[in-house]
């Protein structure tokens, strides 16, 4: 089979290797759809410490179940059409026990595009906690694109159930990438009275408008923390998600909030990245400040759920499609944020 296998940053090779071989307990998926995330492109460009090349990336997909394990045989059928989540926790170490799965221990073991063959390739092995836990049937009306958005959506819903969003709160997201996007509207299904969106980028604040974005503020253009200020009486955003993942806009996201506010960065910076808070603003103003990662299995359940329901607009987050040896391409675009997400079809 085709697969794109990353050997070093910067180096991505279209290679003819064996179709992947399953175990009892896992699947075997035909990819219909991978789509490009920053996680991709951040790989591409710098690798990973743990990551071992040559590997297949690519985490966001969906496709059909081309073969199945004797032990999952009776849960999923040859010919299904699934959505997949990039992991699963091993239910059994501390944080498992304790409630927080996404931080499993051994996350990494099983995590598809990192440690396991991506989904940049014409076929999948499915490993078997995620087979378990973190692999749904789509319902008819469900698009492969749409579907693939499952991992993506999963993990911003674990970041806007720890935002605490309530009914009439004014919420302001830093960044219009895909993760910004989707905070958007997850904001607005939350009860969110206003919406405010920033970004560099004209193109995705357009997006962000056309997803329902009540103000959005060019960056590139306008100073965003007296924007903000202005917009909101002077107090700040109830609620502020930052969705870029650098030190500095980290800093802005706190400026932006309120007392009392709650400040949730989602961005994950480059690694060894420190930030300044002011500690007299976090104790007498009563502040909120959290860090959020990855997803749980039952944040992926909801993502599955939103996703079914129609409620949730993934078609915006796909600018384009290209093939499997226009990988490359699609990263490079991507890096310098012309695009929101592209749809490799393999
Ligand atoms: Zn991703
Ligand atoms: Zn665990």
């Not at 906690?129 to 973190?134: E, G, S």
Request: hydrophobic letters at 40%; glycine letters at 8%.
């Amino acid at each position: 089979m085709k697969a794109a296998r990353f050997h070093a940053p910067g180096k991505i090779r279209i290679e003819d290797i064996d179709i992947p071989q399953i175990s009892s307990e896992e699947i075997l998926v035909k990819v219909k759809v991978a789509l490009t995330c920053g996680t991709d492109v951040k790989m591409y460009k710098r690798g990973h410490p743990k990551v071992v090349p040559p590997i297949t990336l690519g985490h966001e997909f969906s496709g059909t179940v081309e073969e199945t394990g004797q032990k999952v045989a009776n849960k999923f059928r040859v010919g299904d059409r699934v959505a997949v989540a990039n992991s699963a926790p091993c239910n059994d170490c501390f944080f498992c026990k304790t409630g927080k799965p996404n931080l499993c221990e051994h996350l990494l073991e099983t995590l598809i595009g990192f440690s396991v063959d991506g989904a940049y390739a014409e076929y999948i092995r499915v490993p078997a906690p995620i087979v378990r836990q973190n692999t749904y049937v789509l319902p008819e009306n469900i698009s492969f694109e749409e579907a693939a958005l499952l991992e993506p959506l999963a993990c911003a819903i674990n970041g806007i159930d720890a935002a605490n969003i309530g009914l009439g709160d004014t919420v302001l997201i830093v960044g219009s990438g895909p993760i910004g996007l989707i905070h958007l509207q997850l904001a607005k299904l939350k009860g969110a009275a206003k919406v405010i969106v920033t970004d560099l980028q004209p193109e995705r604040l357009k997006i962000a408008c056309k997803l329902g974005a009540d103000v959005v503020i060019d960056a590139s253009k306008e100073d965003q923390l007296s924007r903000v200020k202005e917009i909101t009486g002077g107090l700040g955003a109830d609620k502020v998600i930052e969705a870029v993942g650098l030190p500095q806009t980290w800093e802005l996201a706190f400026q932006m909030t309120r007392k009392a506010g709650t400040t949730l960065f989602f961005g994950g910076c480059p690694s060894g990245a420190k930030i300044s808070l002011d500690t007299e603003r976090i104790h007498y103003e009563d502040l909120t400040v959290k860090g959020i990662f990855h997803h749980t299995p039952v944040s992926v359940l909801k993502a599955f759920k939103l996703i079914s329901s129609g409620r949730f607009n993934g078609e915006p987050l796909i600018s384009e499609e290209m093939s499997l040896s226009e990988l490359e391409n699609a990263l490079i675009k991507m890096s310098k944020g012309e695009c929101v997400k592209i749809a490799i079809k393999p």
